[in-house]
C-alpha cells in the first residue's frame, strides 16, 4: 500500500508511521512523500526517525553498525533515515536521556535554519524578479517558495519550543 503525506515534524511523521504499524502495515520505503507499507502483524515493529549529524559515510558501514544492534536502516532521505526494530526484541528509542534530546533537536533546529536562509535568499531573489517582470509564473514560484519560507521558520521554532521544555525538565 502506498500513502502520500507530507510531514514536517519529525515526531508526527514518526507517530503515524507508528500508527500504521499497530494496525498491520510495516513500513517499507519513502520517496518524496510517498510512503509504502507492507502487511504485517499489528504492532510487529517500533520505528524511530532520525536526522544524522553531517553523515558522509559508507552506508553500508552505517546500516551493519545498526543491524548488530538489532535496528534495520528501512529508508533513508538524503540525513534523514528511518529505522525500526522488532517490538518483540524490546523497547525501541534512539534518544532516552534528556541531553542526547536536547542534541537531536539542536541539531534538527540547525538543519531547519540553514534551509530557511538559504530559501529566504530565493525567496527575496523570486520577489523582486516577480515584481520587476509582472510575470504570473515568477508571482506563483514566490508564494510557493514564501511558504516554504513560512513551513520551515516554523520547524525551527517548534525545535527551539522543544529544546526549551527539554531544558526546563532538565533543570
Known amino acids: 500500500m502506498k500513502k502520500f503525506r507530507v510531514y514536517f515534524d519529525k515526531d508526527t511523521e514518526q507517530d503515524w508511521i507508528m500508527e500504521m504499524s499497530n494496525?498491520?502495515?510495516?513500513?517499507?520505503?519513502?520517496?518524496?512523500?510517498?510512503?509504502?507499507?507492507?502487511p504485517s502483524e499489528p504492532g510487529e515493529y517500533i520505528y524511530q526517525i532520525d536526522l544524522l549529524d553531517d553523515w558522509m559515510g559508507d552506508k553500508k558501514d552505517f546500516s551493519e553498525f545498526m543491524e548488530?544492534?538489532?535496528?534495520?536502516v528501512v529508508a533513508q532521505w538524503y540525513r534523514w533515515?528511518?529505522?525500526?526494530?522488532?517490538?518483540?526484541?524490546?523497547?525501541?528509542?534512539?534518544y532516552t536521556d534528556i541531553e542526547s534530546?536536547?542534541?537531536?533537536?539542536k541539531r534538527m533546529?540547525?538543519?531547519?535554519?540553514?534551509?530557511?536562509?538559504?530559501?529566504?535568499?530565493i525567496f527575496l531573489v523570486e520577489f523582486l524578479a516577480a515584481i520587476r517582470?509582472?510575470?504570473?509564473?515568477?508571482?506563483?514560484?514566490?508564494?510557493l517558495i514564501g511558504l516554504i519560507v513560512m513551513i520551515l521558520f516554523h520547524n525551527v521554532l517548534?525545535?527551539?519550543e522543544k529544546i526549551e521544555a527539554l531544558q526546563k525538565e532538565y533543570h
Open 158 to 160: 517548534k525545535c527551539k
Open 109 to 121: 533546529e540547525k538543519f531547519f535554519l540553514v534551509i530557511l536562509i538559504l530559501e529566504s535568499i
Open 23 to 38: 494496525q498491520g502495515w510495516a513500513f517499507e520505503n519513502f520517496f518524496l512523500g510517498v510512503y509504502t507499507f507492507k
Open 101 to 105: 534530546k536536547i542534541v537531536q533537536y
Open 133 to 143: 517582470t509582472r510575470s504570473m509564473a515568477l508571482i506563483i514560484a514566490t508564494i
Open 81 to 94: 533515515v528511518f529505522l525500526r526494530k522488532r517490538a518483540e526484541e524490546g523497547p525501541f528509542e534512539m
Open 68 to 72: 548488530d544492534s538489532g535496528v534495520e
